[in-house]
């Protein structure tokens, strides 16, 4: 994790987004939405510009940041995303509206765990981000990679949870925190010994996991 100086430093170098996606980003802000940081945001910019996937499964819209980011960092692409809250699904679909993405992204409601049919029928996916609950991390994992391309990428956010997983439990007061900081040590233990992908965490961000599918 870097120190508040180096992440001040490193987001005044980040190029300035369009009005709508800055309008996005202050009013997360203003009604604490948890959307990806400016740093953590640009690294998986980056890895998609690299990659260049055509079909892409987000698991967790939230107000269609993320989404809308990586719709506009490629050109031909099409992203399937799930959200299980109805405010944030209707806040998703009109800023997707608003930057005239609705042709390149598609967002489904409900739980991404209930809706794996209809997800199944969008795919195959040349790469999946997950983003949504983190107690469920490894459900999720277990759920989509099989609709993941060899070759394929599936990156995780939010996998060092604000540096709770390298703290030990007397040292995190809430009970909550430390019951989730569990279940994310033993996510990123169970990426880390899965035969079928190469899996890297990078301290960028809340820590992103990157796991390449094998072919």
Avoid at 89 to 104: D, E, M, P, R
């Amino acid at each position: 994790m870097i120190t508040e100086e180096l992440k001040q430093y490193l987001e005044g170098l980040i190029s300035k987004r369009s009005p709508e996606v800055e309008q996005m980003e202050n009013e997360a802000e203003q009604n604490n939405v948890p959307i990806m940081d400016l740093i953590g945001m640009e690294a998986l910019l980056q890895i998609v510009r690299i990659h260049q996937p055509k079909r892409i499964l987000e698991i967790g819209t939230a107000i269609g940041y993320s989404a809308i980011r990586i719709s506009q960092a490629l050109n031909e692409s099409h992203l399937v995303s799930v959200e299980r809250d109805s405010e944030r699904y209707t806040q998703a679909i009109q800023n997707i509206s608003k930057v005239g993405l609705n042709g390149k992204i598609s967002v489904l409601e409900g739980d991404a765990l209930e809706r794996v049919e209809s997800i199944e029928k969008e795919g195959p996916y040349d790469f999946i981000f997950i983003d949504a609950a983190k107690g469920q991390y490894e459900r999720f994992f277990e759920a989509f990679e099989k609709m993941l391309v060899p070759g394929g990428v599936i990156i995780s956010d939010n996998v060092l949870f604000r540096g709770f997983v390298s703290k030990r439990d007397e040292e995190i007061d809430s009970r909550r925190f430390r019951k989730l900081t569990h279940k994310i040590r033993n996510y990123n233990e169970f990426l880390m010994n899965q035969t079928d992908f190469q899996s890297t965490i990078l301290p960028v961000g809340d820590g992103m996991a990157i796991s390449i599918k094998k072919v």
